[in-house]
């Protein structure tokens, strides 16, 4: 049994922000979290964190891939990439399958199903989100529209949290949806609004039949109009739904990001880096699904300018909302931490709290990654 504490941390814990904290971790668990007594616990690392922030790991719950590799096409690179992401401060995720055929969802759900190579260290794949097939062909950005299918109960067999898959994104205007929104739910699977053209009437129904956030809010759905609100406009003003957002700057303009906040702040907005295999690397040509994308320094896009994804990080995501919203480290972090563990229905991660996962991060108070650890092992170091 590995024993770590961490010493002198600002410590953002359910309970508020101590801030000269001391945590122990002890079996790839938190096992305290106190105000620092001037007495050292007894530990076989020991790690001062004066100045620092104490965070739980980030969760990104869209991630298509990264470091030149892409879930879609090679399923089997989702170990590959979970080694890398801690370098970024993310300690779990969900591996995005994007529209393709059915028999790659069977791939992606048997890679998780077999585990991680021997002596394999890394962010936690928690289970799949599915993005597709069932999406909407007005709003289908880069999915390749061969691939769409219309929402039908046989298409979703041995989809369920048990079966590793954990989230899906579908259009719930289109026929058939509802059905399938409801036999998921039952299966434990979360339900997201997104690709689609719903109204706001359509998407407040959605709703009661079991969906219960949207996907990348204001990209591929309807704008955001005073007399048509649409979409994004149901996800904003309903409570206890929640929605992802991509604060890179180029999917999201700053002052929308800032409305989005201000609509649902630390409950609702869950900060997801949606990005592909470019991500980490230089610009260049990349893979995401069927499509070769062209990366420059801030963007990936199709040749036709559609967006394909991003290049965002979550540190990155981090830095940006407090450098754009004039918010804290502290204010931001529960967007990419407790925000995604509750939509995940997760109680061991997300928080900092004796009990739950030892995944954690230490950051300057601007946001800037300093140390990762996942279950209690140092993965990344600045």
């Not at 999406?135 to 880069?142: E, F, H, I, R």
């Not at 991660?349 to 800037?368: F, M, N, R, S, Y």
Request: aromatic fraction near 4%; charged fraction near 15%.
């Amino acid at each position: 049994m590995t024993t770590t504490s961490l010493l002198h941390a600002q410590a953002l814990t359910p309970d508020g922000i101590i801030p000269d904290a001391s945590i122990l971790l002890s079996n790839g668990k938190i096992t305290r979290v106190e105000a620092s007594s001037g007495e050292t616990n007894p530990a076989e690392t020991v790690i001062d964190a004066s100045g620092l922030i104490a965070a739980p790991g980030l969760i990104d719950i869209q991630l298509n891939g990264g470091f030149g590799l892409d879930f879609t096409d090679q399923p089997e690179s989702i170990w590959e990439v979970a080694r890398q992401l801690p370098r970024y401060g993310t300690t779990s995720f969900l591996p995005t399958i994007i529209t393709s055929p059915l028999e790659t969802i069977q791939r992606a759900m048997t890679v998780l199903r077999n585990g991680p190579p021997p002596g394999w260290q890394g962010a936690t794949p928690l289970g799949l989100h599915l993005e597709g097939p069932f999406l909407n062909p007005q709003k289908k950005g880069a999915h390749n529209p061969r691939h769409l299918q219309t929402p039908e109960l046989e298409k979703i067999t041995g989809w369920s949290r048990q079966n590793g898959i954990w989230l899906v994104t579908l259009a719930p205007e289109l026929e058939g949806a509802a059905a399938v929104i409801t036999a998921l739910s039952r299966e434990d699977v979360i339900v997201s609004a997104g690709h689609s053209q719903a109204t706001f009437e359509q998407t407040r129904t959605a709703f009661t039949q079991g969906v219960s956030c949207g996907t990348h809010l204001y990209n591929a759905m309807p704008a955001l109009l005073h007399r048509d609100p649409g979409l994004p406009g149901a996800l904003l003003t309903t409570p206890d739904i929640s929605f992802g957002l991509i604060a890179d700057g180029i999917h999201v303009h700053p002052a929308m990001l800032k409305l989005a906040w201000r609509a649902k702040g630390q409950d609702g907005l869950i900060l997801v880096t949606d990005a592909m295999g470019a991500m980490g690397m230089p610009p260049g040509q990349y893979t995401i699904g069927d499509f070769t994308a062209q990366v420059d320094d801030v963007s990936a896009r199709l040749p036709d300018g559609t967006l394909a994804g991003s290049i965002l990080t979550t540190d990155a995501a981090l830095q940006n909302m407090i450098c754009w919203l004039g918010l804290s480290a502290a204010e931001v972090l529960p967007a990419l931490t407790s925000a995604p563990a509750r939509l995940l229905n997760l109680t061991n991660k997300g928080v900092l709290q004796p009990g739950a996962d030892a995944d954690l991060v230490l950051l300057t108070p601007q946001g800037h990654l300093v140390r990762t650890l996942v279950g209690g092992e140092t993965l990344y170091v600045r």
